[in-house]
């Protein structure tokens, strides 16, 4: 028997909205080197285990945790020598010694030596996420210590992999994966050797054997590695306190499946002493190389919701290596899932939800906001495009026929950004933008705050806050304008639009591509997308035949189809789609 992932909370009856927050948020982000994507990041053993009890129960605050948004989770292994076996408890003995935190520790035999429990636990999750809309990508990184008890090593150490390795390695993104990837970008995530391509700007491109194109600090996008590849997982080895533990990382045996703490980023920054990387001065991103970036808290340095934005804006991964306290929050009165509007959650793990939603850089507190009541229908239908709020940064709804200045990127970098002069409806933003720009979304925190910056540059009113911890250009803080009525000039439309389906965030920069969401149809209660299975070959084939049946039906939907493809504007034939019923 192994865990299995089953959150016990429902966030929906916390925030109806988060579950659009995080789709809409990966979504946009989905085509740029999970290396420079910064993700909300957690200690498993200071979250879930910092009691002292390691018992099977405490998988259900992994599945929270999970559920919550996080994608990236630092696990202690303990070297057990009586055992010969990796252990996410630290003793093999009785509970009579303390833990590392000070605590009595109580392990459940399952849960002491032998890794079974927690590489099912992974193979639960991928199986019951591999069709829902939120699937993502996580990275496990491992720190490998030595029990309580010996505080010495032994002469064999088995990889902590060594149970995963038969049950879904194919599951998981190697370093070998890695390494055949960039040895010919046409055939993987480039598509074709666009070196203009979106992910191209992020790494440097070489010509490669037959003509192509390859790279020696590439690395594949979110989207291509869960729609193209359907490999979910990366592992990676980060600090290492057992005496005389050696192993290839990246090289043959169960070392092949982890990267090396170099390649991570590890070890992470101290808060105390991070530096901001957004640079007004420098836009490339050989000056603004936020590669695996972390940044990690303390026991009196701890994470807010205002310095988890801040990190992220900084281009910093938080991560989470404090105890939380505990916390009473109220479900949401709007839930229509929730059995009461006074419903309340006064669980020490709600802290962790609280923290993660400082990590949202894109939507405005409270959005994406439903339409005003006193609407009419088709003023409904329209509010449905998204716009930053020029005073806080920060994305809202807007009625697609207001009229707004439009954001623009320049020569397709990622920090390069300018806006239009004119304003126009969302219709005509296609028009907005000068020679050498194109209208867009900003796909990261760091690129948001570089267009935040473009903004207040084009109304005469960018300025920041002094700071020490700059790297030679602003600081963490840019100071945010109060906020007024709204005018043409308080807010620049970007490239994303839910025209298609309310709660289905997408790009594509004009109303013509309003069929756009591929989730299938919005009164479904579980949307779904298909990750490469088996499964999808099969709806595929059935799918063949339908459409040669049905003529006109299949002339409608390559429409749609090609109205989809503009509207995600991939600019390759990757990662397509398609929502069907659960």
């Given at each position: 028997?192994?865990?299995?992932?089953?959150?016990?909370?429902?966030?929906?009856?916390?925030?109806?909205?988060?579950?659009?927050?995080l789709l809409s948020?990966?979504?946009?982000?989905?085509?740029?080197p999970?290396?420079?994507?910064p993700?909300?990041?957690i200690?498993?053993t200071?979250?879930?285990f910092?009691?002292g009890?390691?018992?099977?129960?405490?998988?259900?605050?992994?599945?929270?945790?999970?559920?919550?948004?996080y994608?990236r989770?630092?696990i202690?292994?303990?070297?057990?020598?009586?055992?010969?076996?990796?252990?996410?408890c630290?003793?093999?003995?009785?509970p009579?010694?303390?833990s590392?935190?000070?605590?009595?520790?109580?392990?459940?035999?399952?849960?002491?030596?032998?890794?079974d429990?927690?590489w099912g636990?992974?193979?639960?999750?991928?199986?019951?996420?591999?069709?829902?809309?939120?699937?993502?990508?996580?990275m496990?990184?491992?720190?490998?210590?030595?029990?309580v008890?010996?505080?010495?090593?032994?002469?064999?150490?088995p990889?902590?992999?060594?149970?995963?390795?038969?049950?879904?390695?194919?599951r998981?993104?190697?370093?070998?994966?890695?390494?055949?990837?960039?040895?010919?970008?046409?055939v993987?995530?480039?598509?074709?050797?666009?070196?203009?391509?979106?992910?191209?700007?992020?790494?440097?491109?070489?010509?490669?054997?037959?003509?192509?194109?390859?790279?020696?600090?590439?690395?594949?996008?979110?989207?291509?590695l869960?729609?193209?590849k359907?490999?979910?997982?990366?592992?990676?080895?980060?600090?290492?306190?057992?005496?005389?533990?050696?192993?290839?990382?990246?090289?043959?045996?169960d070392?092949?499946?982890?990267?090396?703490k170099?390649?991570?980023?590890w070890?992470?920054?101290?808060?105390?002493?991070?530096?901001?990387?957004?640079?007004?001065?420098?836009?490339?991103?050989?000056?603004?190389?936020?590669s695996?970036?972390?940044?990690?808290?303390?026991?009196?340095?701890?994470?807010t919701?205002?310095?988890?934005?801040?990190?992220?804006?900084?281009g910093?991964?938080?991560?989470?290596?404090?105890?939380?306290?505990s916390?009473?929050?109220k479900?949401?009165?709007?839930?229509?899932?929730?059995?009461?509007?006074?419903?309340?959650?006064?669980?020490?793990?709600?802290?962790?939800?609280s923290?993660?939603?400082?990590?949202?850089?894109s939507?405005a507190?409270?959005?994406?906001?439903p339409?005003?009541?006193?609407?009419?229908?088709?003023?409904?239908?329209?509010?449905?495009?998204?716009?930053?709020?020029?005073?806080?940064?920060?994305?809202?709804?807007?009625?697609?026929?207001?009229?707004?200045?439009?954001?623009?990127?320049?020569?397709?970098?990622?920090?390069?950004w300018?806006?239009?002069?004119?304003?126009g409806s969302?219709?005509?933003t296609?028009?907005?933008?000068p020679?050498g720009?194109?209208?867009?979304?900003?796909?990261?925190?760091?690129?948001?705050?570089?267009?935040?910056?473009?903004?207040n540059?084009?109304?005469?009113?960018?300025?920041?806050?002094?700071?020490?911890k700059?790297?030679?250009?602003?600081?963490?803080?840019?100071?945010?304008?109060d906020g007024?009525g709204?005018?043409?000039?308080?807010?620049?439309?970007?490239?994303?639009?839910?025209?298609?389906?309310?709660?289905?965030?997408?790009?594509?920069?004009?109303?013509g591509?309003?069929?756009?969401?591929?989730?299938?149809?919005?009164?479904?209660?579980?949307?779904?997308?298909?990750?490469?299975?088996?499964?999808?070959?099969?709806?595929?084939?059935?799918a063949?035949?339908?459409?040669?049946?049905?003529?006109?039906?299949w002339?409608?939907e390559?429409?749609?189809?090609?109205?989809?493809?503009?509207?995600?504007?991939?600019?390759?034939?990757?990662?397509?789609?398609?929502?069907?019923p659960?």
């Amino acid at each position: 028997m192994s865990a299995q992932y089953i959150p016990d909370i429902n966030i929906n009856q916390v925030d109806p909205a988060w579950e659009t927050i995080l789709l809409s948020t990966r979504d946009v982000a989905q085509d740029i080197p999970i290396n420079f994507k910064p993700t909300p990041s957690i200690s498993l053993t200071r979250a879930c285990f910092s009691n002292g009890e390691y018992t099977a129960a405490k998988f259900t605050c992994l599945s929270n945790l999970l559920a919550f948004g996080y994608s990236r989770f630092v696990i202690d292994l303990y070297w057990l020598p009586d055992r010969s076996e990796w252990s996410l408890c630290p003793t093999s003995t009785l509970p009579t010694v303390p833990s590392p935190q000070g605590n009595q520790i109580i392990c459940d035999d399952a849960l002491r030596g032998n890794l079974d429990w927690l590489w099912g636990f992974w193979n639960d999750w991928i199986e019951k996420t591999e069709f829902n809309t939120l699937a993502s990508v996580v990275m496990l990184v491992f720190n490998l210590y030595p029990d309580v008890n010996t505080r010495t090593g032994g002469s064999k150490f088995p990889t902590p992999i060594w149970s995963a390795s038969r049950d879904f390695p194919s599951r998981i993104y190697t370093p070998f994966d890695l390494r055949v990837d960039r040895e010919d970008l046409n055939v993987t995530w480039l598509n074709g050797g666009n070196e203009g391509d979106d992910e191209g700007r992020y790494f440097s491109v070489q010509p490669g054997e037959d003509g192509g194109l390859s790279s020696v600090d590439a690395w594949p996008s979110e989207g291509y590695l869960s729609f193209e590849k359907g490999e979910r997982l990366l592992l990676g080895i980060g600090d290492v306190r057992v005496q005389g533990f050696v192993f290839e990382v990246g090289g043959n045996g169960d070392g092949r499946f982890f990267f090396g703490k170099e390649q991570i980023g590890w070890p992470y920054t101290e808060r105390s002493k991070a530096l901001c990387y957004f640079d007004a001065e420098k836009t490339s991103v050989s000056q603004v190389n936020n590669s695996w970036a972390g940044m990690v808290d303390g026991q009196g340095n701890r994470w807010t919701r205002e310095t988890m934005r801040e990190a992220i804006e900084c281009g910093y991964s938080p991560v989470v290596n404090t105890t939380a306290v505990s916390t009473s929050i109220k479900a949401s009165s709007n839930s229509t899932n929730s059995p009461s509007s006074s419903l309340n959650l006064a669980k020490p793990i709600m802290d962790y939800f609280s923290l993660i939603k400082g990590s949202v850089w894109s939507w405005a507190p409270g959005q994406p906001s439903p339409p005003p009541s006193n609407m009419t229908e088709n003023e409904i239908d329209l509010f449905r495009c998204a716009a930053m709020n020029t005073h806080t940064g920060r994305w809202v709804v807007a009625d697609c026929n207001e009229h707004y200045r439009a954001a623009c990127r320049v020569e397709d970098c990622p920090y390069k950004w300018t806006v239009g002069e004119r304003a126009g409806s969302y219709s005509d933003t296609r028009k907005l933008c000068p020679k050498g720009a194109v209208f867009d979304v900003p796909r990261s925190a760091l690129e948001n705050r570089y267009l935040w910056r473009a903004v207040n540059e084009s109304l005469g009113t960018f300025s920041t806050q002094a700071s020490r911890k700059s790297r030679g250009g602003e600081g963490l803080v840019m100071a945010r304008r109060d906020g007024g009525g709204v005018s043409g000039l308080d807010r620049v439309w970007v490239d994303f639009q839910s025209l298609g389906h309310r709660a289905c965030w997408v790009r594509g920069g004009d109303m013509g591509a309003e069929q756009g969401c591929p989730y299938g149809n919005e009164d479904q209660g579980n949307k779904s997308v298909i990750v490469p299975t088996v499964a999808a070959v099969i709806f595929l084939v059935v799918a063949g035949l339908m459409v040669f049946v049905r003529v006109g039906s299949w002339r409608w939907e390559r429409r749609r189809k090609k109205r989809w493809r503009e509207a995600r504007r991939w600019g390759k034939e990757g990662w397509e789609y398609e929502g069907v019923p659960a």
